[in-house]
């Protein structure tokens, strides 16, 4: 067997590898996060206990496309899972009614238990103050800006992904908002939606936006308001899913663990 070079606990950050090609590599214990794998082709892999969250389109293992099988399963777990692709405009309006009521029940679940326990990061992910800064986040750039128009739509709590931060207005990442503050910013996005989806219309989802200029995500073009609305259905469905799992942790641990 080839003699592997040791550079176990390397951490490699904004880095582009397209295209690299990798042989007789030990990934054991290693940790993808805001990784593109679109067209890898692996063979001759060994892949046991692993976990992936992500979005699963075309991936055959051992000549089976998964994809299909693990929304299948989804859907099964959960049947409001079948509703968060709406393709008209009283299926958005469906599934931001079940968004809004799911959420609902997540944030009674999260008042109950210790305000400081709602700032701590689980496996590094978001905690659920940031969560919720995030969604208010995908909201302005999504709906606000891409949708109607505005420029500027941004607030001080919003939270970017971390790839486009270079790209955004100033903020403080570091910031501590009490749950009630986020939730304030929050009802007023939610309040935004559901206006724009009461007067979307069938005709409205197949038609084009018109492009914002301005600094922040996404870039300033003209995009499918289907594409538009939809990748917020998305974000507000997997985010509650993800706090869902992080706070049945935190239950469990009863006290702060983290940052």
């Known amino acids: 067997m080839t003699e592997l070079e040791d550079r176990s606990g390397a951490t490699y950050e904004g880095v582009n590898m397209q295209d690299s090609r990798f042989r007789w590599v030990d ?147 570091d910031v501590r908002p009490s749950l009630d503050d986020v939730l304030a910013l929050r009802a007023d996005r939610q309040a935004t939606v559901r206006r724009v989806l009461a007067e979307l219309t069938d005709e409205r989802l197949a038609e084009r936006t018109t492009p914002v200029d301005g600094p922040g995500w996404p870039p300033s073009d003209s995009y499918l308001v289907s594409e538009a609305l939809g990748i917020v259905v998305n974000e507000e469905w997997h985010h509650r899913r993800f706090a869902e799992r992080d706070l049945a942790l935190l239950e469990s641990r009863g006290e702060p663990t983290g940052p």
């Not at 969604?135 to 790839?163: E, K």
Request: hydrophobic fraction near 40%; aromatic fraction near 10%; include cysteine.
């Open 27 to 173: 990934l054991e214990g290693s940790e993808f996060r805001d990784v593109g794998l679109q067209r890898v082709r692996m063979s001759g892999v060994e892949l046991a206990h692993a976990r992936i969250d992500g979005e699963l389109l075309d991936v055959v293992v051992n000549g089976v496309d998964i994809a299909p099988l693990v929304e299948a399963e989804l859907v099964r777990r959960d049947p409001d899972y079948a509703r968060m692709k709406p393709t008209d405009a009283a299926g958005f309006r469906d599934a931001w009614e079940i968004l809004e009521r799911r959420w609902d029940e997540t944030v009674a679940r999260a008042r109950r238990l210790d305000p400081e326990l709602l700032h701590v990061r689980v496996d590094d992910e978001w905690s659920f103050v940031e969560t919720l800064r995030h969604l208010c986040y995908a909201t302005d750039a999504w709906v606000n800006r891409v949708y109607l128009g505005d420029p500027d739509p941004w607030s001080p709590l919003d939270l970017p992904f971390t790839t486009v931060r270079d790209l955004e207005w100033p903020y403080d990442e």
